[in-house]
């Protein structure tokens, strides 16, 4: 009988032997959301909408301010997080690249010198003497995939590794919007310094007043004594405004991988402006493929899936293969001769029957990784709609309430210009004179807050439409495919 026609017969009986090791009642429960079952038509009704409003690689760049796209630069190329992200992408594409690996035929050489010396009791034709023996020979193995485990294997591996390549995206992404909130807090935090000092500079010009007052019999040495109070109190602001700038630079020197000498560099940022309001027509359902981490999810759900493949085939018998042919000999003249030739063949049969339940426990673990990264998939999803839709009423409330503080703070001013008029002629009151330049002071500290959070709610809504993430066209496309832009990508980085 033939060596094909055994490995034949004995795959077909072990076939009909494999059910003593039963995948019965086995299988996942997930299932994942589609973006049309998330409704978020009301919410994202009266906004601009637009084919083309997603948002640019370098979004940043909208801004117009060269420094900050030179912090962002610079972040991008020495941040250890992206060093991190990067390393953890090249652990995914070597494991793929291993399972890739295994899936194709080996061929060992070998060269081999043994040498004994045994008893003549025990060897009479050659016992007492050194005998040497020389072999040249190859090995040939190879694991017949019949059931495909080992391509499913490697599809997972190839699918993890595009979603470490994701992932290092998405880092760059939240790297990004730190380095513009971080610069954007900056530039609020010298707005309230030049606050702090203005109200400092007020209540100098009211204490003088108030000194004036008092000489002349107007105000008592209580009401100087608590106006020179309040100049303590706001030196004290102009000197944690400075604090909070000092705090901020250093932050920004972190998140650049640089020591904090690196923030004292940082020049005064002038203040951005919030991104409009224009929305892409296409959301939500094109939301899937231009975020990240939820481009990332979905390949690992399809991993998981894979992986459930990898354990059913555990399941069935695997036939094996190896085979070498090689020379031997005692002498070394004759190693090269046609007698020192030999070789063999030996398929390998491997059946489970009765494992204790191993693989049934190892199915179910993998049924449950698919669970749990479908019902981490579905989260992502519903995280980045909410994110949209929170950033973009955040962005509209903000938008109201500057518009009213503003009023507000030129009523204020207007207050505080004529009660000073009638506190320096000696008509107003003390404490109209300071109960108008409190209003002032919170009017202005107020409207810089909330410009400040436009900035953040903006880059908020940048971040939720995946901060100019561009996706793959077919991100179903074969796993041959994957696997070439994994690995083109990491040799182009």
Same mark, same amino acid.
């Given at each position: 009988m033939s060596p094909r026609l055994i490995a034949l017969t004995l795959a077909a009986t072990a076939t009909a032997l494999s059910g003593c090791a039963s995948m019965d009642n086995l299988h996942p429960t997930g299932k994942t959301l589609k973006a049309s079952e998330l409704k978020a038509t009301q919410t994202l009704s009266d906004v601009a909408l637009s084919q083309n409003a997603w948002p640019d690689a370098d979004w940043w760049k909208g801004f117009k301010d060269a420094q900050l796209d030179d912090l962002v630069t610079q972040a991008l190329q020495g941040n250890p997080s992206l060093q991190v992200a990067n390393a953890r992408m090249q652990q995914a594409l070597a494991a793929a690249s291993v399972y890739d690996a295994d899936r194709q035929p080996r061929l060992d050489a070998s060269a081999r010198y043994q040498g004994r010396r045994q008893p003549l009791d025990i060897d009479p034709m050659y016992g007492n003497r050194y005998i040497a023996q020389k072999s040249l020979g190859l090995d040939f193995t190879y694991g017949f995939d019949l059931w495909g485990g080992q391509k499913a294997a490697w599809e997972a591996a190839v699918g993890r590794a595009q979603a470490a390549q994701v992932d290092r995206q998405a880092a760059r992404l939240t790297l990004s919007a730190e380095i513009v909130q971080a610069y954007s807090s900056l530039g609020y935090a010298y707005v309230q310094r030049d606050l702090a000092r203005d109200e400092l500079h007020r209540t100098q010009h009211m204490a003088q007043l108030s000194e004036h007052r008092w000489n002349s019999?107007?105000? +008592? =040495?209580?009401?100087? *004594?608590?106006?020179?109070?309040? @100049? !303590?109190?706001?030196?004290?602001?102009?000197?944690? !405004?400075?604090?909070?700038?000092?705090?901020?630079? /250093?932050?920004?020197?972190?998140?650049?991988? =640089?020591?904090?000498?690196?923030?004292i560099e940082i020049d005064r940022p002038r203040l951005l402006r919030p991104h409009s309001l224009t929305l892409p027509s296409t959301l939500p359902a094109d939301l899937l493929g231009h975020r990240p981490d939820v481009v990332a999810a979905r390949l690992r759900v399809e991993s998981a899936a894979k992986d459930i493949k990898v354990a059913k085939t555990r399941f069935y018998p695997n036939i094996d293969l190896s085979a070498g042919l090689g020379l031997t000999s005692m002498q070394t003249s004759d190693l090269l001769s046609a007698p020192a030739r030999f070789y063999n063949v030996t398929p390998a049969l491997s059946l489970p029957l009765f494992d204790g339940g191993r693989l049934r426990a190892n199915l179910a673990g993998r049924d !449950?990784? &698919?669970?749990?990264?479908?019902?981490?998939?579905?989260? @992502?999803?519903?995280?980045?709609? +909410?994110?949209?839709?929170?950033?973009?009423?955040?962005?509209?409330?903000?938008?109201?309430? @500057?518009?009213?503080?503003?009023?507000?703070?030129? /009523?204020?001013?207007? +207050? &505080?210009?004529? !009660?000073?008029?009638? &506190?320096? +002629?000696?008509?107003?009151? &003390?404490?109209?004179?300071?109960?108008? *330049?409190?209003?002032?002071?919170?009017?202005?500290?107020?409207?810089?807050t909330l410009k400040s959070e436009q900035i953040d709610a903006s880059l908020r809504l940048v971040q939720a439409l995946g901060g100019g993430f561009k996706p793959h066209n077919d991100t179903s496309a074969n796993t041959h495919r994957q696997a070439g832009i994994a690995l083109n990508t990491l040799q182009a980085d």
């Open positions: 019999g107007l105000d +008592s =040495k209580v009401e100087y *004594e608590q106006t020179e109070s309040l @100049v !303590a109190g706001a030196q004290q602001q102009v000197t944690a !405004a400075q604090q909070s700038i000092n705090s901020i630079r /250093i932050s920004l020197a972190a998140l650049l991988g =640089k020591g904090p000498d690196r923030g !449950a990784d &698919y669970d749990l990264a479908v019902a981490r998939y579905n989260q @992502v999803l519903i995280n980045a709609l +909410s994110q949209v839709g929170d950033s973009l009423q955040s962005l509209r409330a903000l938008k109201s309430r @500057v518009q009213a503080q503003q009023r507000a703070r030129d /009523i204020a001013k207007s +207050s &505080y210009d004529l !009660a000073m008029q009638r &506190y320096g +002629s000696g008509i107003g009151s &003390y404490l109209q004179a300071l109960s108008v *330049e409190q209003q002032l002071l919170q009017a202005d500290k107020l409207l810089a």
